[in-house]
């Protein structure tokens, strides 16, 4: 993901400015600000602007005052039993507002996690680069057979290279149309509104996305997770980075009861008392669907 110089430009001044502030500040997180973060083949995310810290939890969870009334390790405790108790508004309390550019189609699947604010690149009003998203061999996989939103084994020589080689020629003769659609030479020039319509949904945007920490959480335990489409997956993997610098106390909590811990059902729980008991527990005699039977298998790794 190559920047230009002006752009490379622009994030050095932008870091380089300084002002005095009474506002709470994580070391990590100003590290952080405004860099560019290479995602896929064209895309970044990058932070603009955060609110709070790891204290700023903790101030909300007991509507304190000043720099802290407790230690850290207290406000440790108190993180981890705010996020093992599922208690949502402390977090609620910091923000932060990233630059993402990304592939339209994996901003139509970003787009559905509603607790944000967005504002998007306009193509009613700008033109789009010729940018688009074309994944690495190791990327190109056949559907699952036993996932139907899934990928099962790699596309491998001729088929592989066939699928690189469309993607590429549709792209490319895509953005070739839609500048001669939008070209002025000798004609009007369609709309740059009704030209877009052409594009390929492998073409990057870029937009702001704004979010409080509980609800980027929730993102990130969706979306970081192995389960979900690695072309967003590898966004998410790079937030949780972030957000890691940003608040450690909160996210050791998060990486360790969301990403690490699971839920279990009343039955599935059952089957575990069972199972300490000495008891052999199978499928037939579980309570569960086929269905369930194999997920609860997968976290228990029988």
């Keep these: 993901m190559p920047l230009t110089q002006d752009q490379l430009a622009e994030i050095e001044a932008q870091r380089a400015e300084t002002a005095p502030t009474l506002r709470a500040t994580a070391p990590g997180m100003e590290k952080r600000l405004y860099t560019a973060h290479p995602v896929l083949d064209h895309g970044l995310i990058r932070v603009i602007d955060y609110m709070g810290d790891d204290a700023a939890i903790c101030q909300a969870a007991r509507v304190s005052y000043g720099t802290g009334t407790k230690s850290v390790s207290n406000d440790e405790g108190l993180i981890r039993y705010l996020m093992r108790h599922w208690h949502s508004t402390p977090f609620e309390m910091c923000e932060v507002k990233f630059h993402v550019k990304l592939p339209v189609f994996v901003a139509r699947q970003w787009i559905r996690h509603r607790t944000a604010n967005v504002n998007e690149y306009s193509a009613r009003y700008s033109i789009l680069d010729r940018e688009f ?15 139907n939103q899934g990928r099962g084994e790699l596309l491998e020589g001729d088929e592989a290279a066939r699928v690189l080689d469309i993607l590429k020629t549709d792209a490319a003769r895509a953005y070739d149309n839609y500048e001669a659609m939008l070209s002025t030479e000798g004609q009007k020039g369609l709309a740059r509104e009704l030209a877009r319509m052409n594009l390929p949904a492998n073409i990057y945007t870029q937009w702001y996305w704004k979010t409080d920490l509980h609800n980027l959480f929730h993102f990130l335990r969706l979306r970081a997770d192995i389960h979900a489409q690695y072309e967003i997956r590898v966004y998410a993997q790079v937030m949780c980075e972030i957000v890691a610098d940003w608040v450690p106390l909160a996210y050791k909590a998060f990486a360790d009861y969301r990403m690490g811990g699971v839920n279990l059902s009343a039955t599935a729980m059952d089957c575990v008392r069972r199972m300490l008991k000495g008891e052999t527990v199978t499928q ?11 997920e609860f298998e997968g976290v228990l790794s029988l």
């Design 133 to 147: 998203y074309i994944p690495a061999p190791d990327a190109l996989a056949a559907q699952s057979t036993v996932n």
């Design 284 to 294: 037939e005699n579980s309570g569960m669907s086929k269905g369930e039977w194999r």
